[in-house]
């Protein structure tokens, strides 16, 4: 019986090592990999942002917009650790009683080499019509941190579902330069608003154009699941954007830009944008759709040549290079929804990654957000494009 109990003990141990150094030897199951390195700059424990831009001197300004979280401050400065209202917390607490005096509800942030920043105010909380004689730009003096300049865009220029997103600027053209915005409206036509920022004067371009539109047969894909909401018939919607993302050119001829709701990059010569008597028919000829990038919130442009896209669909950044080939330059999954993206002369790229499209609308009342959102930067090695005004 012992010698029985001993091959038995025998067997058992054998098969046990076997188990084991067959667990052992098991490889460890595949996973996607990640591209590029990118470094967090700050977190943030409060609003959710979406707009950055690091000045030339490397100062870093972000904004919140009001869409339902609680916001003390729509547009602040990054300084150390924390972060303050800019340029000062009056400007900041939102009067609707005087629109053009306060800040109502911020979307984009551009710093500029004139030692500026200009803040887009869509005057649209919660995604709103926007507040009569509210939406703006506000140009705050660097160097001083006053407000220098406040252009109220006409109403010729605003439609009751105008939605005002991204702007970009070139100081080249007219008395003071010119700026391109786009309209990136849920429920309505989008469109490129072009304002003359020294007579204040501004006009629609591509309004309604299918380059400007939503894809209608486009369904975002994020996380796995459909991006949509609930429609007041109970059915879900995807998700609706206009144009939202714009960049120009190093030269400034050419405007880059995409709907929200789209996987295409399209560009128009700003030539005809400022052009007030170019005919529609003859500006929206002149669009070319330049294929698909993937889904893009923020769009951006470097003096190289070089067009950055986030992909929001794939935790990415991707990157046009001047001969139009597209490279992806990160890819992570702490990329949720890529928003902003900034060019610093510090040879970085800055985005913001905000988990959009885990808002409450998307997910039948349930925010799932988790903080902290966070600023990211990745070396790119490039400078942003500088449209200085023309010595005189």
Request: aromatic share 8%.
């Amino acid at each position: 019986m012992r010698s029985i109990s001993k091959a038995v003990a025998a067997v058992t141990l054998g098969l046990t090592a076997t188990l084991t150094a067959t667990a052992d030897a098991t490889p460890k199951l595949a996973t996607e990999q990640t591209i590029g390195h990118i470094e967090p700059v700050f977190e943030f424990y409060g609003a959710m942002p979406t707009g950055v831009t690091k000045a030339p001197d490397g100062r870093l300004f972000v904004n919140f917009p009001r869409w339902g979280d609680d916001v003390p401050f729509t547009v602040g400065e990054i300084v150390g650790k924390r972060i303050v209202p800019y340029p000062d917390a009056q400007t900041n607490r939102a009067d609707p009683a005087h629109p053009a005096d306060s800040l109502i509800s911020v979307q984009s942030v551009v710093a500029d080499s004139q030692n500026r920043l200009w803040i887009l105010d869509t005057a649209s909380p919660k995604l709103a019509a926007p507040i009569q004689g509210g939406a703006k730009l506000v140009a705050v003096d660097l160097a001083t941190n006053k407000v220098v300049r406040t252009i109220l865009l006409p109403p010729n220029a605003l439609l009751p579902t105008t939605y005002l997103n991204d702007v970009r600027f070139d100081f080249r053209f007219g008395a003071q330069g010119i700026a391109y915005v786009t309209d990136s409206s849920p429920h309505g036509p989008g469109g490129i608003i072009v304002v003359d920022l020294a007579s204040g004067e501004a006009w629609r371009k591509l309004s309604g154009d299918p380059s400007t539109s939503a894809d209608a047969a486009f369904v975002p894909v994020v996380e796995g699941e459909e991006m949509a909401t609930d429609g007041p018939d109970g059915k879900r919607r995807p998700l609706h954007g206009a144009a939202d993302g714009i960049a120009l050119s190093a030269d400034g001829a050419t405007l880059y830009y995409s709907p929200l709701s789209s996987r295409h990059l399209y560009s128009v010569p700003t030539a005809l944008l400022r052009d007030r008597n170019a005919s529609p028919a003859a500006v929206a000829a002149a669009v070319r759709d330049l294929g698909e990038k993937g889904a893009s919130d923020g769009l951006e442009a470097d003096a190289s040549g070089a067009i950055y896209a986030g992909d929001y669909e794939h935790d990415s950044i991707r990157r046009r290079r001047p001969d139009g080939e597209w490279q992806t330059i990160a890819h992570d999954p702490r990329i949720l929804w890529p928003d902003t993206l900034s060019v610093g002369n510090d040879g970085y790229l800055y985005f913001t990654a905000n988990q959009l499209p885990r808002q409450a609308s998307f997910h039948h009342g349930h925010d799932l957000r988790k903080k902290p959102y966070t600023l990211f930067r990745i070396r790119i090695d490039a400078k942003p494009v500088t449209l200085a005004p023309n010595p005189v």
